[in-house]
């Protein structure tokens, strides 16, 4: 996997990884580097049904346990048939969310002991780790603003239960799992770059674009400069 690289969107709802991701992708395309687009849930047959599951209204009977073996079914999914072969010949991979999202959602919001989340995380990745994690950070305000004004589809099975103001011993959910990526992004500084994403879309590429060039010209080591769009 000499010339592969795997990064990784992460952040509240709303953050804006589905955007940047897109982008990021046009911008890697264009500077001539073999990059693919993955996502999570979903990307695969058994994925993209499993998402319908986990992200759509209507599915609120869902329990925790449940929720986190769906999420790592997907994950095993994505990695097995898109993530790994695609590293494996040398692509930039770029997905929106990944495991940190488990730890974050599952572990730190719903409570799940975090030993069994660590587990399953290992388990389904194996050795597949993102080089590089952008930490979107959002006002969590802002964020949900964002995610309902916006979505057109019905994937708000989790923004109604942040509307909700939904606890979890004694705490916020919404709370808890944006806490919970602050201490993610603490426990993994080396892999996790924090981006303010409450600024303008056009800021936000200026700053991963030379998080990238930097991150790319260590990992293949030679500069790596990508031009912009204009
Ligand atoms: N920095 C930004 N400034 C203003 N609007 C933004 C910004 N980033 C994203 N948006 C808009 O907010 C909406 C939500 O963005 P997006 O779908 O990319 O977020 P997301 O992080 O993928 O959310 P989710 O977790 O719900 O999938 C979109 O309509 C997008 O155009
Ligand atoms: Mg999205």
Same mark, same amino acid.
């Given at each position: 996997m000499e010339e592969s690289f795997f990064i990784t969107l992460e952040g509240f709802e709303g953050s804006g990884k589905t955007t940047l991701a897109e982008i990021l992708y046009k911008i890697l395309l264009k500077n001539g /580097?073999?990059?693919v687009l993955a996502k999570e849930p979903g990307g695969t !047959? !058994? %994925?993209?049904k499993i998402r319908k599951i986990v992200l759509e209204r209507g599915n609120e009977e869902l329990g925790y346990k449940a929720e986190l073996l769906l999420f790592a079914a997907s994950r095993a999914e994505n990695v097995r048939i898109n993530i790994k072969p695609s590293l494996e010949k040398g692509f930039i991979v770029i997905c929106d969310r990944y495991f940190d999202s488990t730890t974050a959602? $599952? %572990?730190f919001g719903r409570g799940i002991d975090m030993s069994i989340i660590e587990c399953i995380n290992s388990f389904v990745v194996e050795d597949i780790i993102?080089? /590089?994690t952008l930490f979107l950070d959002v006002?969590? $305000?802002?964020g949900l603003q964002r995610a309902t004004i916006y979505n057109k589809n019905l994937e708000l099975r989790f923004e109604d239960e942040f509307l909700q103001k939904k606890e979890v011993d004694g705490k916020l959910f919404l709370e808890r799992v944006r806490d919970g990526y602050y201490q993610i992004? =603490? $426990? *993994?500084?080396? =892999? !996790?770059k924090i981006i303010d994403a409450n600024r303008d879309i056009s800021l936000l590429i200026k700053d991963i674009i030379e998080? /990238? *060039?930097f991150r790319l010209s260590q990992k293949y080591k030679k500069e790596i400069i990508l031009k912009l769009p204009n």
């Open positions: /580097l073999k990059t !047959i !058994i %994925g993209d959602y $599952q %572990g993102p080089d /590089l006002d969590s $305000q802002v992004a =603490r $426990q *993994n500084p080396d =892999r !996790i998080v /990238l *060039n």
